[in-house]
């Protein structure tokens, strides 16, 4: 009888293993940018249905009023001087629309008379502490909770928002408002740019560009490290990018940076420099223009662009490189000009 000088083989090779490894790599490399992209997709269609939802309240409120929500209402704070800017009380865009999304007990629950009665100083989920989930974008920044921000010493809570409302050519800072885009400060303490209008509710005869062609709302990002860096420095009134979003300010100018945007800076615009670096600002008045532009620029962490709602109710997803020109275009409701299928 002959034994078999071949023994049987059990497992891989060395060899054999690595290249088992090298293949499952190769796969997983090819795998996950496909995952990552498969995720985005759906986050950016969670985002566009939040802004859906946003237009259809706004459509809705017209509906039921004949004109659009005021952007932010100033009034002057009873016992505050006139010259006070902490004086100016209001209720924003977003309140007004909560009976139209789902949120009127909410809104029942809110001080109609005393916007400023409104700040919570707790975490509650009352008055500006409340957080709404379809005012968050997936892809932003934005944790899901109430925002603290430091008042003398007291700490008070906001629920933030990443959406803004379109405020014109200029929206902010309140001495530079255009009041040519679809919201605005309305009231007595309202205030404005040299020769701009007097702050209004519009009505749809007055979006003379067609609706089509008028901005309702855009995302706006929370992610600026070099805006952040100046907020180090002392300015920025104390607060980070991530703090810019208050979907209920309750008072104050400043209030406007918050629920406002528009063209005057391009899509996805960052500043382009940290605090002290060589061509930055070197004073806070210098800096008070860029402070500007990137609280009232649209934008967002999607990749190449932002999505928006149109006054049609409509929503679209427009890319970064949209010259400012054009979406300036889209921002004012009467400009008289046609905006180019290109």
């Known amino acids: 009888m002959f034994r078999n000088a071949r023994l049987k083989k059990n497992g891989f090779t060395l060899v054999e293993l690595l290249v088992v490894i090298a293949i499952i790599g190769i796969l997983m490399g090819l795998l996950l940018p496909a995952v990552q992209m498969a995720r985005e997709a759906a986050r950016r269609a969670s985002c566009q249905n ?19 929500p005021p952007g932010y209402t100033q009034e002057r704070v009873s016992g505050q001087s006139p010259g006070s800017l902490n004086g100016f009380s209001g209720h924003s865009v977003f309140y007004f629309l909560l009976p139209y999304m789902e949120q009127g007990n909410l809104y029942d629950n809110f001080n109609k008379d005393v916007p400023k009665a409104n700040i919570s100083t707790a975490i509650n989920g009352n008055g500006t502490s409340a957080v709404i989930k379809g005012l968050y974008c997936p892809s932003d920044l934005l ?20 959406y803004k409302a379109n405020g014109g050519s ?15 400060a309305t009231g007595s303490r309202a205030r404005r740019a040299a020769g701009a209008p007097k702050g209004t509710e519009i009505r749809i005869a ?32 104390g607060s980070r990018i991530a703090a810019w979003g208050r979907w209920y300010p309750a008072g104050g100018d400043i209030g406007l940076g918050n629920i406002l945007a528009g063209s005057f800076a391009p899509i996805n615009y960052r500043i382009p420099w940290a605090h002290g670096d060589a061509g930055a600002p070197g004073s806070q008045g210098a800096w008070y223009i860029y402070q500007d532009q990137r609280l009232s620029s649209f934008g967002s962490l999607h990749p190449q ?9 409509s929503t679209r997803f427009i890319a970064d490189e949209m010259p400012q020109t054009v979406l300036a275009l889209y921002c004012q409701r009467r400009d008289g000009q046609v905006i180019s299928a290109e």
């Open 170 to 184: 200029r929206p902010i800072y309140a001495t530079s408002a255009t009041n040519d885009g679809m919201f605005m």
């Open 305 to 313: 662009g932002a999505n928006f709602t149109l006054a049609d109710g």
């Open 50 to 68: 939040n802004m859906r939802q946003l237009g259809l309240a706004a459509m809705n409120y017209e509906g039921a009023r004949q004109k659009f």
């Open 206 to 237: 007055e979006i003379v560009d067609g609706t089509s062609n008028t901005m309702f709302f855009g995302e706006t990002s929370h992610f600026d490290a070099n805006f952040d860096s100046f907020t180090e420095a002392g300015w920025n009134s």
């Open 143 to 162: 944790t899901q909770t109430a925002e603290p921000y430091t008042s003398g010493s007291t700490t008070q809570y906001f629920g933030m928002t990443s």
